[in-house]
Every structure is written in structure tokens, then in C-alpha cells.
Nanobody, 132 residues
Framework: HVQLVESGGGSVQAGGSLRLSCAAA??????????MGWFRQAPGKKREGVAV??????????YHTDSVKGRFTISLDNGKNTLYLQMNSVVPEDTAMYYC??????????????????????WGQGTQVTVS
């Protein structure tokens, strides 16, 4: 059973900052390889992957899509089972519903080969971010 609960969304002025959190609950073991990520969907637009953290016994590898690189940072607190998205220098185009998601297996090889983030398996309910 997988449970993902996002929080931290809200309204922010352009140029400001916001930190999203995703409290995760799912079974893993010491050999687990899985990916956690942030996605967003603006009204009338397709859902897009924003950032991914790929977890394995080697550690955590991260990927950020070009539109947020240098502004957003994904991080994972394993002890708290919480995924974060630090959003800095936000712009109105960042306005969207933001979703936390997780997928089994190691996704980073495919992401780097494609140059984009594929859809994940399990999803949270989302948290709204509005930039004005």
C-alpha cells in the first residue's frame, strides 16, 4: 500500500520561494531501488515531470527538468520519509497543481536517455501553487 500526502502549496509573488513536502508511506527494504518525483499540471496543459530523486543502495541521484533547473531543488529526508521541492525565484508560469509520485525500479537511466521524465505509478492528491 502506497500513501503520498503533499503539503506546502499556496500563493506566492513572483520572485519568491516556496517549499513543498510529500509525506510518503510505502514498504521498502535495504536493496530497494525506486524513484520519487514531483510533477505539475497547469490548467489546459499536459502533466509534466519537474524533478526526480532516484534511490538505490548507491545513494540518491537527482534530475531537474530544464525549465526549473537552477531554481528548484528536489531532496529526500529518508529518516522522515519525506520528499521536498524547494522552489526559488518562482515565475507565473510555475502556477500549477503539484503532485508527488513514486515508481518502483531505477528510473534515472531511462530519464537521462529520454531527456524527460516518464509518468510514475503511484500518485498523491496534489497541492496547488499559484504565482502572481
Amino acid at each position: 500500500h502506497v500513501q503520498l500526502v503533499e503539503s506546502g502549496g499556496g500563493s506566492v509573488q513572483a520572485g519568491g520561494s516556496l517549499r513543498l513536502s510529500c509525506a510518503a508511506a510505502f514498504a521498502t527494504d535495504t536493496s530497494s531501488r525506486y524513484c520519487m518525483g514531483w510533477f505539475r499540471q497547469a490548467p489546459g496543459k499536459k502533466r509534466e515531470g519537474v524533478a526526480v530523486a532516484a534511490i538505490s543502495v548507491s545513494g540518491i541521484d537527482t534530475y531537474h527538468t530544464d525549465s526549473v533547473k537552477g531554481r528548484f531543488t528536489i531532496s529526500l529526508d529518508n529518516g522522515k520519509n519525506t520528499l521536498y521541492l524547494q522552489m526559488n525565484s518562482v515565475v507565473p508560469e510555475d502556477t500549477a497543481m503539484y503532485y508527488c509520485a513514486v515508481t518502483p525500479g531505477y528510473c534515472m537511466t531511462a530519464i537521462r536517455a529520454r531527456g524527460s521524465i516518464m509518468d510514475f505509478t503511484y500518485w498523491g492528491q496534489g497541492t496547488q501553487v499559484t504565482v502572481s
